[in-house]
């Protein structure tokens, strides 16, 4: 009978089952599940390439882990402010379908391996994770490390080298950007309503009906990476409404499918059955205010079979 590794070796298993964890983390802290898989990924190379007289000298791996994989993403958020600069057109952050949704590679669906769920929750939904990308990356790994994963500043201090005064300063100023931009928070079946009707009034092509739905101010941005067309109606209800309408008479036959997006109601385009958009939707009250479509393949790659 075959014994798996972790049995023989609890210290193995304690590492394995901190991966889900640095999953979850370093998507927040990055905004991207593909870096966030290669961050995990060479934190647990760092782990093994030492010997085991040092890994035994670790009081607590999955603590040592959660520091290493930190400080690789706040290298990484430095680095991206540099290499969004030659970035095409707006970045925005890689939405993530329910777990049920996720794509297997071949057009079909697969459950998720438990441990690289992203668990979707309010601090993965669009609107704070573009908060957190407009902040600096000390503000942005503080505030994830101590508001959402609730370390304490002690322990934020020693993973970002940085004294817990300093780090305290830097949640409050964070904590003030995400205060600014969060709107009143509306039901999710409330918001599931919006969605529904916005989907409609889209496909019946009536510019009345979305420039009703959405804010007069609403903000409509798109990202296609430079890979395709992602012209977005930047503001203004009526502007908004009118490209919608006018997308569909351009390209016939897409169909308009109502999905979870991190964690909230969202819409799904498909065009010949393969997805080519994902739309996450910002509401307050009975109007939506912000929506961002994503466009680009390389990041609707769970949506997809790539």
Known sequence: MHTPPEALDPTLSAIVSERRRLINLAYRLLGSLADAEDVVQEAYTRWYAMSRAQQDAIESPGGWL??????????LLGSARVRRESYVGEWLPEPLPDHAEWADGSGGRRPVD????VTLDESVNMALLVVLDAMTPAERVVFVLHDV??????EVAEIVGRSPAACRQLATSARRRVDVSRATITPAAQQASLVRQFKQAWEEKDIAALINLLDPDAMGLADGGGVVNAAPPTGGSERIARYLVAMLDLVPGLRLLERTVNGQPGLV??????TSTVIAFDVEG???TRFWAMRNPEKLRPWTAG
């Open 269 to 274: 385009v498909q065009q010949e059955g393969v």
């Open 286 to 288: 009975d109007r939506i």
């Open 66 to 75: 959660t520091t290493v994989a930190s400080r690789i993403c706040l290298d």
């Open 149 to 154: 994963f609730r370390y304490s500043f002690a």
């Open 114 to 117: 438990p441990a690289d769920r």
